[in-house]
């Protein structure tokens, strides 16, 4: 059996949205910046997909901007929001995405801002009293708090944060990447100034994705060369892919409900199926339905005398799955998340990953499989 509990990395193309864009493909190649007809129509196509995107989060199409992806849209939103807006002090936590991390560490190295990290506990949460502190003695500071991990799927409240941002004057920007098209965002309601999405973890395609800017916070352009995007983002636009993205949403926004009880109900099936059939098994981050991603899992095992194999062993199993964070995969550096939460370096941690298309006969195989190699080899 080929199981893949990898969609926190990467999903696969819904059929529609396929459909969608082969259609647009076969029949639409003109570059959307020229005047003829040809150009004109393939213009109207981003904009009709701009305009969907913008309907579902309840905003203004002129506040969605396309990029090639979240780690572009995150950039954007914090070296153009920091330097457009004259900050110099930025808050975060050593959760966040490197899309964030690395981005904001160079703005200090170059001595563009200071950066204050905040605390975080065991189960993955940021030191609300402590951001409001800081907050306090800086009020005119950025602030960048992603919705859920990407590793151990904790959710944070930015609907408070966003409040709590607006109450001192902060410019508030949240990496959305892994709950966009899982979770409903009203962004007016929300009120923030900077949302990032990537379609590609939403059954969308890869190399697209799209940055909400707040049309009361005001930024420069972070790529130069040409007047697309409004004259925010230079280069022709993924014209494909943009339309993926839009109908990957407009799925998403339509069998959300649906999709978000049967995931949690496979995530909730695995957390039992393990604690039922491998002793001393854990689970890092907050599992409790309300407080955390759904389609996120991460399990800590005892199995320590197999800890540097078992990805390789679940790989020769046909299961692919993540030991932290995809973006780093491959690489001797352990997960800086689990790490900033404190957990056991000795035990092996695997982070299975959930979506639509996945059964309850792959978790039994999986939790099979998973207790062979931690039972026999213990």
């Known amino acids: 059996m080929q199981v893949y509990f990898d969609n926190a990395a990467t999903t696969a193309l819904d059929p529609e949205v396929i459909k969608t864009m082969v259609e647009t493909m076969e029949s639409n190649y003109g570059n959307p910046s020229s005047i003829h007809a040809h150009g004109r129509r393939v213009k109207t196509i981003v904009e009709r997909a701009r305009k969907t995107v913008a309907g579902l989060l309840n905003v203004s199409p002129a506040e969605i901007f396309f990029t090639s992806g979240g780690t572009e849209a995150d950039n954007t939103a914090i070296v153009r929001g920091i330097i457009d807006n004259g ?23 170059n001595g563009t801002i200071k950066l204050s990290m905040l605390h975080v506990d065991a189960l993955g949460y940021v030191d609300i009293g402590q951001l409001e502190q800081l907050l306090k003695d ?22 408070y944060i966003s409040a709590l941002c607006k109450q001192y004057t902060a410019i508030f920007h949240s990496d959305t990447v892994q709950t966009m098209g899982h979770f409903v965002h009203d962004l007016n309601k929300l009120q923030i100034d900077f949302v990032a999405g990537a379609a590609h973890k939403f059954h969308g395609p890869k190399g697209v994705g799209f940055l909400y800017v707040n049309h009361n916070t005001k930024i420069k352009p972070f790529i130069y060369g040409g007047a697309q995007e409004r004259n925010m983002r230079g280069g022709t636009e993924n014209v494909y892919g943009i339309v993926g993205l839009a109908k990957a949403l407009e799925i998403c926004y339509a069998q959300m409900d649906e999709h978000r009880q049967y995931i949690q109900g496979l995530k909730d099936y695995m957390i039992a199926q393990l604690t039922e059939h491998i002793p001393d098994v854990q689970f890092n981050g907050d599992i409790n339905p309300g407080n955390s991603l759904y389609t996120v899992l991460n399990v800590s095992f005892p199995c320590t005398t197999i800890a540097d194999m078992l990805l390789f062993n679940l790989d020769i199993s046909g299961i692919s799955a993540s030991g932290g964070s995809a973006c780093s995969s491959g690489s001797d550096i352990g997960s800086h998340v689990l790490t900033a939460i404190g957990v056991d370096a000795k035990r092996p941690c695997v982070r299975f990953s959930f979506c639509k298309n996945n059964t309850r006969e792959e978790i039994d195989y999986v939790v099979d499989k998973l207790r062979e190699l931690c039972l026999e080899k213990a």
């Open 138 to 159: 800086s009020p005119r500071s950025f602030v960048s708090l992603m919705h859920a991990n990407n590793e151990i799927g904790t959710l944070t409240d930015i609907e």
């Open 87 to 109: 900050i110099t002090h930025a808050i975060t936590s050593p959760l966040e995405h490197h899309a964030v991390l690395h981005t904001l560490e160079e703005l200090e190295k």
